[in-house]
């Protein structure tokens, strides 16, 4: 339920408005709908379980971005596109081994997205064409900036795209150098499809808002990366990830949350503004991270996640309080061996897609957004001489 404020303001005018904006609505799209109360996801009508047990990234990327599934020969033509543009031009990459190795990667991320959009010589141009070329482009250079992200991190040079691959499996090559299995590559494909959108989130809105005012794409994605970048938003998975590396073992578990859950802290991967039940992409993720760990033989994570899920389950589980996308994908990015600065970087590898589609349907009917606000400042202050002050 909305939480409602009731304010009255300087000329005793009365004003209810909704904290955060829940439940306003803001525009319509077709995109995405989410039925919270039952925890259903649907990607432009199709339920996400079916996607992510019969699609790829790089379908469910065309049908986000252009509203039907692909026939073979588009969906062929689509992946020779994404192949292409998977190259870093050569003065952004020179410049993205020069930033510090330490930054966060959520902010070099950002600044290379934004640097990119030097190189786009219509990138003001929002033609159905442009628009939708810049965002193909976007969507095949993300994984090869957070791969050489990590890389430099690491004090290695950037590899390559392998056009051979397909988008996650290249992935995953351009991180660790080796051509991961089949099983892997599957399972970061699925992590993909399950991450690729949500509806009006905070990014995703954010993207809306800012191509609104008809800037280039390029501006509504850094703009999107930065909202994403917050620990309530995308930044939620590497804080499971330390919560687990806090905890220790799964002796400590038990003590650990229920301290935190007597002290009202906050713990990551739980509650969601949307979904009351079971967040069906944790659902999903919940099976990737045991078949993982049954792989690797590293049990821990997976063990004391369920361990978690089931004391939360247990304690607060009548509030509606669950696990969602965040609290699995930690688990699972553990054991696909990526390193926790860029969790949150792989999110945006996802999100890009459902960022992009958003962006060229505000473009389709556009209108500026403009909300209004109550002002309770005050009025008809005196200026003071400096002097005085």
Known sequence: MAKNREVVDKFGKRHTFSEGMEGVVATSSEICFINGAEGRLFYRGIPIEDLAENSTFEETSYFLLYGELPTQKELHDFDTRLKKYRAIPDPVLEILKQMPRKANTMQILRTVVSL????????????????????????????????????????????????????????????????PD??????????????????????????????STLTDVHSAITAAIGSLRGPLHGGANEGVMHLLNEIGSLEAVDEVIRLKLKTKAKIMGFGHRVYKVLDPRAKILSQYSERLAEITGKQKYYAMSK?????MENEVGDRGIYPNVDFFSASVYHYLGFNLEIYTPIFAVSRI????????EQLRENRLFRPSSVYLGDIDRTYPKISDR
């Open 353 to 360: 897609s459902g960022w992009a589609a958003h962006v060229m």
């Open 182 to 211: 089949a099983y892997a590559a599957r399972v970061l494909d699925v992590c993909l499809i399950l991450h690729a959108e949500h509806g009006f989130n905070a990014s995703t809105f954010t993207s809306r808002v800012v191509i």
């Open 116 to 179: 990119m959009g030097l190189y786009e010589e219509k990138s003001d141009e929002h033609s159905v064409s442009e628009t939708s070329r810049e965002a193909e482009k976007l969507i095949a250079v993300f994984p090869t900036i957070v791969a050489a992200i990590q890389r430099l991190r690491e004090g290695k040079e950037p590899i390559s795209p392998d056009k051979s691959l397909g988008h996650a499996a290249n992935l995953i090559y351009m991180v660790n150098g080796e051509k």
């Open 307 to 311: 361990k978690i899920e089931e004391i």
